[in-house]
Nanobody
Framework: QVQLVESGGGLVQAGGSLRLSCAAS????????MGWFRQAPGKEREVLAT????????SYVDSVKGRFTISRDNAKNTVYLQMNSLKPEDTAVYYC???????????????WGQGTQVTVSS
């Protein structure tokens, strides 16, 4: 069992930046791949970025590639999502999750945080 808590969301103007954090507890954090996901109103949850257990491998979906950066600090049991050049369509609840693989797939992740709201104004 892994417990995850997201933080860092808020309201930002288009073109601005936010940094999300996900603090983990429970099982050994470094044993898990991690991912960032989001869900907008009326939409399905979508994967944004994933990172392997060591932090040496990352993957991004095209919509955030070049704008978002996922990273992790295993010593702090924390994963981050740096979001730059934010767009109104980025507005959603953002979730972090832990799983056994860093593939870009929602189904690969077993443990989820409760989410943090990100709102981007035009």
């Amino acid at each position: 069992q892994v417990q995850l808590v997201e933080s860092g969301g808020g309201l930002v103007q288009a073109g601005g930046s936010l940094r999300l954090s996900c603090a983990a507890s429970g099982r050994t954090f470094s044993s898990y791949a991690m991912g960032w996901f989001r869900q907008a109103p009326g939409k399905e949850r979508e994967v944004l970025a994933t990172i392997n257990w060591s932090g040496g491998g990352t993957s991004y979906v095209d919509s955030v590639k070049g704008r978002f950066t996922i990273s992790r600090d295993n010593a702090k049991n924390t994963v981050y999502l740096q979001m730059n050049s934010l767009k109104p369509e980025d507005t959603a609840v953002y979730y972090c999750a832990a799983g056994v693989s860093w593939v870009v797939s929602v189904s690969a992740y077993d443990y989820w945080g409760q989410g943090t709201q990100v709102t981007v104004s035009s």
